[in-house]
């Protein structure tokens, strides 16, 4: 890792730099682990360096590597920490859990209550059913809606990213060549080894296009079971909808008795405590939730109408699972729902991500560099394009400068703040970010420090997209 810290902030953390003991253990990793690793989206984490950051321990709003290292960490695992690390109520909720047992496989008590706040909590969520994963509960959804309308195939939006399983992964980074035309996208599939019959079920509309979705949507209405989105497209840098769009695509979906699911594994109880679903002010036939939800436990969940989930409760639409609503997992997210829902805890989270959003800007602005923030105080995205205007779909994504992207990332990563590698993904703030203390104001002085010098750094640079 390149050493270009000022003093005083390396003495703030205490960074090494030196990073051997993370090249070691990839080394070990490649023998055993397919490429070395376990998801794809870690196959390049740490920009400059040919391996993976090996992270040790993470306290509150910090991050260690394996060679000690210190990151103030704003990848969160992708939103899931939206506490902090280790954090103590949500610590002593699973210690608790644990000395009375991990796993049943039958009915438990805490799935109930996880279940009651979680109605409590979000507009729309009638009925809900608990899984492992966000690509599980996609999996979940989509089944209910095929099962209650009879009908086969899905519309999803280019670029919107809805897990890895078949099922959905189709368009997510399709590349502009094979993308076709913008107002009537191709389906193309994510990966080889997608059969060609699910590619085909799957029908691609373009992102804040009304025009072009009212056509595609009329084209296909007799087959189409649900709309499927990501109300902020996390995948997407952080695309917000439109003014008015989900109203109307909620008008569209009611007209030809379709049904609009919102994919909330991002959104869902960071953006608000009903997740994008009350911030909006919109709300969906079905929802789908994950990461924050667990608060770094493995827990995901889909929800919706009541009528729209009894299929799902008669069992004529079928879904278990062995971990399913597991008490450890169900503990972990009970805690966690019913601290973000004490008063004043997201409002702090999205303080904390709008002083860094505002210093992005000016310093942007200061030092003559193109770009565009967007998303929210509790996630977003800075784009560097070259006029500076907000992404309104997939394929202005495209045109990004990347390599701008990269250096403001490595940048920052060598002054201790630690933000996701890909620019197509989102900054995250946690609670233990925005603490009203000494230690919350640490955070945000030495970030908005470490933001300043990375786009002077930037700005130096002279790269063209």
Same mark, same amino acid.
């Given at each position: ?9 390396? #003495? ?8 051997? !003991? ?30 993976? $950051? ?49 796993? @049943?496989?039958?009915?438990?008590? &805490?799935?109930?209550?996880?279940? #009651?706040? =979680? ?10 059913? @608990? ?21 086969? +195939?899905? $519309? ?17 980074? *399709? ?65 917000? *909808? ?9 008008? #569209?979906?009611?007209?030809?008795? =379709? ?48 009528? &729209?989930?009894? *299929? ?16 450890? %997992? !169900? ?13 004043? &805890? ?7 991500? #709008?002083?860094? =959003? ?13 770009? %565009?923030?967007?998303?929210?105080? /509790? ?18 994504? $495209?045109? !990004?400068? /990347? ?40 955070? $945000? ?10 786009? +002077? ?6 790269? &063209?997209?």
């Amino acid at each position: 890792m390149k050493v270009s810290a000022p003093a005083e902030l390396n #003495e703030q953390l205490g960074l090494t730099h030196s990073t051997d !003991a993370s090249r070691n253990w990839f080394a070990r990793a490649s023998a055993v682990l397919a490429g070395g690793i376990s998801s794809s989206a870690r196959s390049n984490t740490t920009g400059d360096l040919p391996y993976p $950051l090996y992270i040790a321990r993470g306290d509150g709003s910090h991050i260690w590597d394996a060679d000690g290292n210190e990151f103030i960490d704003y990848l969160l695992s992708y939103g899931s920490v939206i506490l902090g690390h280790r954090d103590p109520g949500l610590t002593a909720a699973v210690t608790s859990q644990l000395a009375a047992g991990t796993m @049943f496989g039958t009915c438990n008590t &805490v799935e109930v209550e996880l279940a #009651e706040q =979680i109605t409590h909590m979000v507009p729309g969520a009638e009925l809900v059913r @608990f899984s492992n994963s966000g690509s599980e509960a996609i999996c979940g959804a989509i089944r209910a809606a095929r099962g209650f309308t009879g009908r086969s +195939k899905i $519309l999803k939006f280019e670029g919107h990213y809805h897990g890895w399983v078949d099922v959905l992964a189709i368009s997510n980074r *399709p590349a502009e060549a094979d993308a076709g035309p913008l107002d009537h996208p191709r389906s193309q599939p994510h990966s080889r080894g997608i059969p060609e019959g699910i590619v085909h079920d799957v029908i691609i509309a373009p992102w804040n296009h009304r025009p072009e979705v009212g056509r595609i949507l009329q084209e296909h209405r007799a087959d189409l079971a649900a709309v499927i989105l990501e109300p902020v497209v996390a995948n997407n840098a952080c695309t917000m *909808p439109e003014a008015g769009f989900l109203e109307w695509l909620r008008q #569209e979906c009611d007209r030809n008795g =379709i049904l609009l699911i919102y994919d909330e594994i991002v959104t869902g109880f960071r953006m608000a405590r009903g997740g994008a679903a009350e911030y909006f002010g919109v709300t969906p036939d079905l929802l789908i939730w994950s990461k924050a939800l667990g608060g770094g436990f493995p827990i995901s969940a889909f929800a919706g109408r009541r009528d &729209v989930m009894l *299929p799902v409760a008669a069992n004529t639409v079928k879904h278990g699972g062995t971990y399913n609503g597991n008490p450890l %997992c !169900a503990a972990a997210a009970l805690a966690t729902l019913r601290y973000i829902n004490t008063p004043g &805890v997201l409002e702090a989270i999205h303080r904390h991500g #709008e002083a860094i =959003i505002d210093t992005i800007r000016r310093s942007a602005s200061h030092y003559g560099v193109p770009c %565009c923030v967007q998303g929210t105080g /509790a996630m977003f995205q800075v784009v560097f394009n070259a006029d500076g205007r907000p992404l309104r779909h997939y394929r202005d994504l $495209l045109k !990004a400068d /990347a390599r701008r992207y990269a250096i403001f990332r490595q940048a920052l990563l060598e002054r201790g703040v630690h933000i996701n590698n890909s620019g197509s993904a989102c900054w995250f703030v946690s609670a233990a970010h925005g603490r009203d203390d000494a230690a919350g104001a640490a955070d $945000l002085h030495h970030t908005c420090a470490a933001v300043e010098q990375a786009m +002077k750094i930037c700005a130096d640079s002279q790269v &063209v997209g």
